[in-house]
């Protein structure tokens, strides 16, 4: 397996535009989880799904951040409008099926909000 | 809700020597795992070590090992013979029994040659 593959890698926008990020677990793994990291927070978890379902997105800064997943080869996380505070790097990673699994991590997409 | 405290960002050891890196968490639960991943500059999280809270025995991989003090609530990650690859940042974090994920802030290990 290719393991977790996010894309875009790098992703400039201009202040107010929506922003789509995608990601692609490995396959077979039951969870997916989006993080979030900077240098004041470290690294957040926004929101995790299991067999395609939200389980939690307490972690979810505000409503302009969405996050679906239709199926189990593919999951977005998506920002409307963006303003310039959501430049961080974002993590896409996956696991098996239980709470003894490591995560497997994408390369991340470092967004820049102008 | 559980929480990881990591409460150095940065610590710097000479090569060939020691390090100890420390953790902490909260939690209620009594079934749990806790990892420690290393983020290198190219930005891929790589496990290094888990433990499984039910087990006494510190887990320990090659030249990393750990110091589980449970009822403490503490996770510490020792690396010995410390070699200039092991610059990185490490995170600690938590698994819960639901499987939530979550880490702590990271901290910064730089080797001196």
């Known amino acids: 397996d290719a393991g977790v593959i996010q894309s875009p890698r790098h992703e400039v926008t201009e202040m107010g535009q929506e922003v789509t990020l995608r990601c692609k677990p490995i396959?077979?793994?039951?969870?997916l989880f989006w993080y979030r990291q900077t240098m004041m927070r470290g690294l957040e978890l926004l929101i995790y799904f299991n067999n395609n379902v939200p389980i939690d997105d307490s972690g979810m800064p505000e409503d302009r951040f969405s996050a679906k997943m239709p199926n189990a080869s593919f999951s977005t996380l998506k920002i409307q409008p963006s303003e310039p505070r959501d430049s961080a790097v974002y993590f896409c990673?996956?696991?098996?099926?239980?709470?003894?699994?490591?995560?497997?991590f994408g390369q991340g997409t470092r967004l820049t909000v102008v | 809700a559980q929480t990881v405290t990591q409460s150095q960002p940065e610590m710097s050891v000479q090569e060939a020597e020691t390090v100890t890196l420390s953790c902490t968490y909260d939690t209620s639960e009594s079934d749990y795992y806790l990892f420690w991943y290393k983020q290198p500059p190219s930005r891929q999280m790589i496990l290094v070590i888990r433990?499984?809270?039910?087990?006494?025995q510190n887990a320990t991989e090659n030249r990393f090992s750990v110091n589980f003090q449970k009822a403490a609530k503490s996770f510490s990650l020792k690396i010995s013979d410390s070699q200039l690859g092991d610059a990185a940042m490490y995170f600690c974090a938590y698994r819960s029994a639901n499987s939530k994920l979550t880490f702590g802030k990271g901290i910064t290990l730089s080797v001196r040659p």
């Open positions: 433990q499984e809270a039910y087990k006494q």
């Open positions: 990673a996956s696991s098996l099926f239980s709470f003894i699994d490591e995560a497997f």
């Open positions: 396959s077979g793994h039951d969870y």
